[in-house]
C-alpha cells in the first residue's frame, strides 16, 4: 500500500473497497490508518456470536434489531478501528484481535502493552478513517487515544446511509 493518495475520497473510496471483508451483518465497517497520505494499515469490524469464531460467515446476527453500541455481549465484535490499529504489525492472528473485541474493557496500559513504541509513534503521527459508521463509539475513542492516534475522519458518504437506517430500524 505504497501509494500516495492525494485527498480523503480517494482514501474513502479505497477503504469502502474493503468493506465488504467485514463478517458483520448489521453493519459493515471499515478503517484505515493513514500517514503522509499513504495507508499504513486496514482494519474491518469481525464478528463472533456464541459459538462461532472471527472467521466464520455469520448467517444470523443477534444483535440485527438492535440499537448500534447496544448488547455487545451478544456477540463479541472486533471493532474496525481497533483491528486497523492492530494490523499496523503484519501477521498478527484472531487470538491477539479477540483481547481487544469492542464490548471488553482494557485499561490504557494493556492496550498500550499490545505495541511497540515504534508502532506506538506511528500511530500517534497518523488520521484514522472510518467508513461504514457514523461515530467512533465510546471503548474505541478510549482505544485510539490510549494508543495516541487523535485525528478522524469520517466518510460522510456511507454515514448518512448508516445513521438512516438505524433511524429506520429504531421506528420499527
Known amino acids: 500500500?505504497?501509494?500516495?493518495?492525494?485527498?480523503?475520497?480517494?482514501?474513502?473510496?479505497?477503504?469502502?473497497?474493503?468493506?465488504?471483508?467485514?463478517?458483520c451483518n448489521k453493519t459493515r465497517v471499515g478503517a484505515a490508518i493513514v500517514n503522509g497520505g499513504r495507508i499504513i494499515s486496514v482494519g474491518v469490524n469481525r464478528c463472533a456470536p456464541n459459538g462461532h469464531n472471527y472467521s466464520d460467515h455469520i448467517a444470523r446476527c443477534p444483535r440485527i434489531k438492535m440499537r448500534t453500541g447496544e448488547h455487545y455481549e451478544l456477540c463479541s465484535t472486533v471493532h474496525a478501528e481497533v483491528s486497523a490499529c492492530m494490523r499496523i504489525r503484519k501477521g498478527r492472528d484472531f487470538e491477539e484481535l479477540e483481547?481487544?473485541?469492542?464490548?471488553?474493557?482494557?485499561?490504557?496500559?494493556?492496550i498500550r502493552g499490545a505495541f511497540s513504541d515504534d508502532e506506538l509513534g506511528r500511530l500517534g503521527k497518523s488520521t484514522l478513517y472510518l467508513s461504514g459508521h457514523y461515530y467512533v463509539c465510546k471503548s474505541c475513542s478510549f482505544f485510539l487515544n490510549a494508543v495516541g492516534l487523535k485525528k478522524i475522519k469520517i466518510d460522510?458518504?456511507?454515514?448518512?446511509?448508516?445513521k438512516e437506517s438505524y433511524e429506520l430500524r429504531d421506528l420499527e
Do not use: C, P, W
Open 99 to 110: 483481547k481487544f473485541a469492542g464490548h471488553l474493557k482494557s485499561d490504557r496500559r494493556t
Open 156 to 162: 460522510m458518504e456511507t454515514a448518512e446511509r448508516v
Open 1 to 23: 500500500m505504497s501509494k500516495i493518495y492525494r485527498d480523503d475520497e480517494q482514501i474513502f473510496k479505497v477503504l469502502r473497497g474493503y468493506l465488504k471483508g467485514s463478517n
